[in-house]
């Protein structure tokens, strides 16, 4: 699990490597997004010290949008023989924490995000008269291969497929930065070597670089 200190340090560590999104509404249903910070927000959290949920800033994310973020997350990153799926390793956790930071960078995430929610129980309801936390897992994937790929999706879907972009990514990062994670990528860092011999000779033939 991604203990609590860990997701702090992402939140605001990661702030300046995300990449800005088009915010443009292009049919999302509006949620409550309002920001919850006032004039600036003080200054950073101590790091070094265990919190409690909730005890730096308020978070965000409801019983409802918790249950439809875990969802969400493990549709992307589902479990497998060889990983868990996102929300085993707390993906949604560190979504919360996200969205619920006071800096500007995460303030726009959470309104992209909770506008992304809206817009997913609102196009459960047209297509099958239910929330989409309530779907079947083909009812759920023929919404979401609607909105995966910004390229394709409609005029109409726009402002959806950015929205499942940035939560992909956030899941992504989330997921990958946790050791079943590194794991899966079968990353190799990290570790100390005896000898370094460079590159193997293969990969720089494959990379022109011989």
């Not at 200190?5 to 443009?24: E, F, H, Q």
């Not at 965000?60 to 918790?66: E, I, P, Y």
């Not at 992504?172 to 079943?180: D, E, K, L, V």
Request: charged content about 25%.
């Amino acid at each position: 699990m991604i203990d609590r200190r860990t997701t702090i340090k992402w939140v605001l560590a990661a702030g300046a490597a995300w990449p800005l999104l088009d915010r443009g509404d292009g049919g999302v249903a509006r949620a409550d997004s309002t920001a919850t910070a006032a004039h600036g927000y003080g200054t950073d959290p101590n790091l070094t010290a265990d919190h409690k949920p909730g005890e730096i800033w308020p978070l965000t994310l409801t019983a409802a949008q918790r249950r439809l973020a875990g969802i969400l997350a493990d549709i992307i990153i589902p479990a497998d023989e060889q990983s868990p799926g996102a929300t085993a390793v707390g993906v949604v956790e560190f979504i919360d924490e996200w969205v619920s930071a006071p800096y500007p960078h995460h303030q726009r995430d959470r309104a992209l995000v909770l506008d992304g929610f809206a817009w997913l129980d609102t196009e459960a309801a047209k297509r099958f008269s239910k929330g989409f936390s309530e779907l079947s897992t083909l009812e759920q994937g023929s919404i979401c291969d609607d909105i995966c790929n910004t390229a394709r999706a409609t005029p109409a879907r726009a402002a959806a497929a950015r929205f499942f972009a940035l939560y992909r990514d956030l899941t992504s990062g989330a997921f990958y930065s946790t050791p079943a994670g590194r794991k899966d990528l079968k990353f190799i860092g990290n570790v100390r070597l005896a000898r370094f011999d460079g590159p193997p000779p293969e990969l720089l033939k494959a990379l022109g670089l011989e």
